[in-house]
């Protein structure tokens, strides 16, 4: 058993050390590249309010994110062991905001938690409904909500300067039985909070650097577990994180992580001219990714202002060609519209990734019937005729807390833990019996196809011919600006798809390799008792 929290005091003149984890991808899958550039912002503010308790030293290990000068273990994980060894962790933070990765998250509770060292975890999986199971498996307290000022106090509940029943929005267990503290308010002061001190991920290579200033959407959609009603800092705030950044790091690449850039537009059209300003004050462009709303592109003030801020690419959540999908999703554009708003974003100059869900649960009373191959002729046709840059599609996930988790569970649908585990959360393995006539491995082999035809080999021949191309260009087009532009798109389009075959290469191979065929044929025999239907093709 774990060191209880809050039994232990800190020696006079000792400093303590928490380590704030988070864990690797159960396999390669479609994350792992961007993960190896980035790192999650959300431990990272965790971590950086909990530095300034005193007496307490505070580090990052991203498993995802985690470079050979570090020790490793045979597998090429971070040697926890011999971490401990170097630098004694007393507590140690778990972050569960994937739930993929929770298979390994109790793994590494359960290894801390055997050598005496208190375990944190909190994140978008522990809702509720999953509290118990990682108390059980580890954890010695759930975090609820927003970490930056809990951490903090169950630091002092460590050293027994605080009683752990008087932290709000922590769970934990008194014998068998799970304690639910108060629920803390949500947070809404965020300047009173340092930056976020990215020298605290040891062992890592970040080359995208993760910001933001709105935390909620306020979109509710039902598959998805970002609630709540938008919360903005200040402006200046993001422009600080970029130009500390760049003062201190080097730093020119980007992610807005806000899950809808341009929430509140007046404010986001002064961010973008403050943003201008200070590139071209120190007469340098950065690459910044924003994730939009589609229904943006009408906006041509805010796309010019996007642009002149050095936003190049937006991540937009199509989700499905689908007229009846959307219709469950509660979106409210059509297919041909969403096409229309896609050129312009296009027109506008930026980078489009396309983001999808393929084979999406409509809801009981609606009449739907599609076969898998009509559905994958849908994707295709609409992504060539979007003109996407990159796209990425995945399949729904009955994520914990989410509205579709709760119809799926209802009609006895999803497949049981016990057999397809929560590894297989992360949107490329069928996790429920999809609508008739279609069947789980139609699902999966759907998708394969769809990216398989987007991302190919053959593309590495066109970046040669591209190159070839850009002197044609450059000497015949009048307007030379325009020609650059023309070439460059074409040819990093060309780079993308090639290196999206390489990733879906290994993707595709790791899947071959995997044990869930097996696993999901008994899922499905344990479900067609009750549910026949497509489970007995």
């Known amino acids: 058993m774990g060191q209880a929290i809050g039994s232990v005091f800190r020696e006079p003149g000792k400093r303590r050390r928490l380590r704030i984890i988070i864990p690797a991808f159960p396999a390669f899958n479609v ?42 273990t045979p597998a090429g994980l971070p040697d926890h062991a011999a971490l401990q060894q170097m630098r004694p962790a ?27 060292v208190s375990t944190i975890a909190g994140g978008q999986h522990f809702v509720e409904e999953n509290i118990a199971e990682g108390l059980r498996n580890g954890v010695d307290v759930v975090v609820r909500g927003e970490g930056e000022e809990a951490i903090k106090e ?36 965020f300047d009173s909070f340092p930056l976020p001190d990215f020298s605290l991920v040891r062992y890592a290579r970040v080359r995208i650097y993760p910001v933001g200033r709105v935390r909620g959407c306020g979109m509710d959609c039902e598959f998805c577990t970002v609630k709540g009603k938008p919360r903005y800092a200040r402006v200046e705030r993001l422009m600080e994180q970029f130009a ?21 537009r007046q404010e986001t059209l002064r961010f973008c001219r403050l943003l201008r300003d200070y590139q071209v004050k120190i007469k340098t462009r950065f690459k910044i990714t924003v994730q939009i709303r589609l229904d943006k592109g009408r906006d041509e003030e805010l796309l010019q202002s996007m642009r002149e801020a050095g936003i190049q690419n937006v991540a937009i959540g199509f989700e499905s ?41 409509v809801a009981r009373g609606i009449k739907f019937s599609m076969p898998a191959k009509e559905r994958v002729q849908r994707f ?20 914990p807390g989410t ?32 609508d008739d006539p279609m069947t789980p491995e139609e699902m999966q082999s759907s998708i394969h196809h769809i990216m398989g035809r987007f991302y190919r080999f053959n593309h590495f021949f066109n970046i040669g011919l591209n190159l070839l191309w850009f002197p044609i260009v450059a000497f015949y087009l009048p307007n030379l600006k325009r020609g650059w532009e023309k070439w460059y798109r074409i040819w990093a389009n060309q780079v993308t798809r ?40």
Do not use: C
Not at 342 to 351: N, Q, R
Not at 422 to 429: A, H, I, P, R, S
Not at 500 to 517: C, E, N, Q, S, T
């Open 90 to 116: 007393d507590m140690v933070g778990l972050y569960g905001g994937l739930t993929s990765t929770i298979p390994r998250l109790y793994e590494l509770a359960g290894f801390y938690r055997e050598r005496s």
């Open 244 to 264: 500390s950044l760049y003062e201190t790091r080097g730093a020119r690449h980007f992610f807005i992580v806000d899950d809808l850039f341009a929430q509140n």
């Open 403 to 434: 509205e579709l988790t709760r119809r799926l569970r209802e009609q006895n649908r999803i497949f049981p833990k016990d057999l397809v585990g929560w590894e297989y959360y992360d949107g490329n393995f069928p996790l429920f019996v999809p």
């Open 380 to 399: 295709r046709k609409f992504i060539r005729k979007a003109r996407l840059d990159s796209v990425q599609v995945l399949l729904p996930a009955p994520l």
């Open 321 to 361: 060609p689908i007229r009846e999908e959307l219709e469950a999703m509660d979106k409210r554009l059509k297919p041909e519209d969403m096409i229309a708003l896609a050129h312009k974003f296009h027109k506008a100059g930026f980078f489009i990734h396309g983001m999808f869900i393929f084979g999406y649960p």
């Open 154 to 189: 169950l630091l002092q509940v460590f050293e027994g300067r605080l009683p752990r029943d008087q932290v709000a929005g922590i769970a934990y267990l008194a014998g068998d039985q799970v304690v639910l503290t108060p629920e803390r308010i949500p947070l809404s002061e």
């Open 498 to 537: 090639f290196g999206g075959w390489l990733i879906m290469h290994r993707w595709f191979a790791a899947f071959r390799k995997d044990p869930f065929p097996m696993k999901l044929a008994e899922a499905k025999r344990f479900l067609s008792r009750s549910l026949p239907g497509p489970l007995e093709n």
């Open 31 to 72: 994350y792992s590249r961007i993960a190896r550039a980035t790192t999650a912002l959300g431990p990272l503010t965790v971590a950086t309010a909990a530095r300034e308790v005193e007496g307490w030293d505070v580090e990052i290990i991203d498993e995802n994110n985690y470079q050979r000068s570090g020790p490793v």
